[in-house]
């Protein structure tokens, strides 16, 4: 939905961005970011999501907050892919669930379990959350080369952030309980908030989505997070690295 021309909830227009596009949540993230790119430039600022756009090997790239949670990431990616962009990297934070994964970690998400409400409003629950492979495969070879411990798998996004962390508190928190004891024996690597309906909105506008995630704690086997600045950065080097060999990529193809 236009407005004056430009899209109504991320303010701007057709144009004012390319084809790649990091996605944080937090829309304070956005300028250090930015600061990875050449010719770094704000573009809008509204509600959650701020914009910014730049260059990456001579190519037009954009970073755009999205919130929190998964209303507000597929507001998001649906106004980003009307101006252009069809290749998305979510970059955010997690709790690890198995315990194989630590804080300082970083996780690469394949696919997403659809514990939220937003992607249902798009494709029936029988229809996988998955990561585009060309990616994850990319986030992959930028983890390695950064050399960052890392984890490729299924991931688990929610609605409730207390949920996850108080579930006793809640009415509901036997069900909740039961549902996180069930990820973990499968195997799901971490939790957060907006990876599914970042990946279903991708596949019904057949754009392709990714996701990297720096874990904090697990919720498991952890006391405290670490939430520095440094930890945050693994993954947002991770995505600019992916990026990187993407845009090779698809000029050679």
């Known amino acids: 939905m236009l407005i004056q021309g430009k899209q109504m ?3 701007i227009k057709k144009g004012d961005i390319g084809r790649y596009v990091i996605l944080p949540g937090d829309p304070g993230r956005c300028e250090r970011i930015a600061r990875y790119f050449d010719a770094p430039e704000k573009l809008s600022s ?23 949670g998964g209303p507000s990431a597929a507001i998001a990616v649906e106004e980003l892919i009307e101006c252009g962009a069809d290749t998305f990297i979510r970059v955010g934070t997690s709790g ?14 394949t696919a997403a379990v659809r514990q939220e409400g937003t992607s249902r409003e798009y494709l029936p629950i029988e229809y996988p959350a998955a990561a585009d492979f060309s990616v994850v495969s990319a986030l992959h070879e930028a983890a390695r080369k950064l050399g960052y411990r890392q984890h490729v798998g299924v991931i688990q996004s929610k609605d409730s952030f207390y949920g996850e962390i108080r579930p006793e508190a809640q009415p509901v928190g036997a069900e909740l309980t039961a549902k996180w004891n069930a990820w973990k024996a499968a195997g799901v690597l971490t939790s957060e908030m907006e990876c599914a309906a970042v990946f279903i909105v991708g596949a019904v506008h057949h754009v392709r989505c990714g996701g990297v995630l720096n874990v904090l704690w697990n919720a498991d086997t952890d006391d405290t997070l670490d939430a520095s600045p440094e930890m945050a950065e693994r993954g947002v080097r991770t995505a600019v ?11 050679k193809e």
């Open 241 to 251: 690295e992916a990026l990187r060999i993407l845009i090779a990529q698809d000029r």
């Open 9 to 11: 909830h991320i303010q």
């Open 46 to 68: 509204n509600r959650e999501f701020t914009v910014w756009r730049g260059l990456l090997d001579g190519e037009p790239v954009a970073v755009c907050s999205t919130g929190i």
């Open 96 to 109: 690890g669930i198995v315990d194989t994964v630590r804080g300082g970690d970083v996780v690469i998400a």
